[in-house]
Nanobody, 126 residues
Framework: QVQLQESGPGLVKPSQTLSLTCTVSGASIPTGYYYWNWIRQPPGKGLEWMGVISYSGSTYYSPHLKCRTYIAGDTSKNQVTLQLLSVTPVATAVYYC??????????????????WGQGTQVTVSS
């Protein structure tokens, strides 16, 4: 059973960098043949796919977040990290880590993902 757990600061100030961690158990990031996605849901809105890192370390990002988003894998800790630079209040959302068995860039249909974390609330406010 693969389990994902997001963690990070609940409050970030505008213009700062948002950093989140997804800790994976039940599968090895580099050898489990999963794709590790970050998805967020702003209040009152639908899911937004942000980016993904493959088991081989390749990354793909949403076009409108590409210049400010970085996803990396830490194989020693079996974690996937997300950094979002220069955040504004628009970045306020619940952030999810989700694992897929195929590369599905941009998809937000929940049933396309094999596993989801419980999500972590991030508020951007001064």
């Amino acid at each position: 059973q693969v389990q994902l757990q997001e963690s990070g600061p609940g409050l970030v100030k505008p213009s700062q960098t948002l950093s989140l961690t997804c800790t994976v158990s039940g599968a090895s990031i580099p050898t489990g043949y999963y794709y590790w996605n970050w998805i967020r849901q702003p209040p009152g809105k639908g899911l937004e796919w942000m980016g993904v890192i493959s088991y081989s370390g390749s990354t793909y990002y949403s076009p409108h977040l590409k210049c400010r988003t970085y996803i990396a894998g830490d194989t020693s800790k079996n974690q996937v990290t997300l950094q979002l630079l220069s955040v504004t209040p628009v970045a306020t959302a619940v952030y999810y880590c989700a694992a897929s068995k195929k590369l599905i860039v941009g998809a937000t249909a929940e049933n396309l993902y094999a596993y989801w974390g419980q999500g972590t609330q991030v508020t951007v406010s001064s």
